[in-house]
């Protein structure tokens, strides 16, 4: 007669089977423990790592280069201001004309600022009075490098008070109306205009 269904032993049949059924448990238990540690169970697909992205404050400026590798100014962030080296002028006393660059870029960049792309326009109302443009002569192709942040003064011109058109750059031309008229400086550099008119008196 088998032993594994009639235990031999002193101690009564039901002792061995309880113990047969706690070494039996036990052994289930540690099956199940190897198995959990081998599937890792609720453990899917790893994860992806989240690509890293610049923050818009610390990010540079997307940059284009000319033929030299000088990174080429972004138009869009290049201010012009007109300026004067005055607000009022006695009789006989010619304005000076100027303008301002500054650069908002993180960058030095280049920008091409010569006489070709340079215009000083004086206007009265919705009159235009004067223009560079108009009796230009010998206009020259120039860059200049603009720090991140800091203005930089263009050329300077004077005006000698006189109305301009293409048909009087060989000829004497009459004075503006002066006794405290009010003109107005605007500069164009290439694409870009000066966001400011600059007001002037003449007397």
Sequence with gaps: MSTFRNPVGPQSSRVYWRRRLVVGLGLLAVVLIVILIIVKPGSGAPAPTPTPTSSASGAPDPTSTNAAGDVVCDPAKVSVEAGTDSTNYDAGENPILTFTLKSLMTVPCTLAVGTDSQEFKVTSGD?????????????????TVLMPGVPKAGPQ???????????????????????????HLTVIVGTLMSANDRQFLLY
């Design 127 to 143: 009159e235009l009075i004067w223009t560079s443009k108009d009796c230009q002569t010998d206009s020259v192709a120039a860059t």
């Design 157 to 183: 011109l004077t005006w000698d008070r006189t109305r301009s058109s293409t048909d009087t750059c060989n000829s004497t031309r009459d004075p503006v109306i002066a006794g405290g008229a009010s003109y």
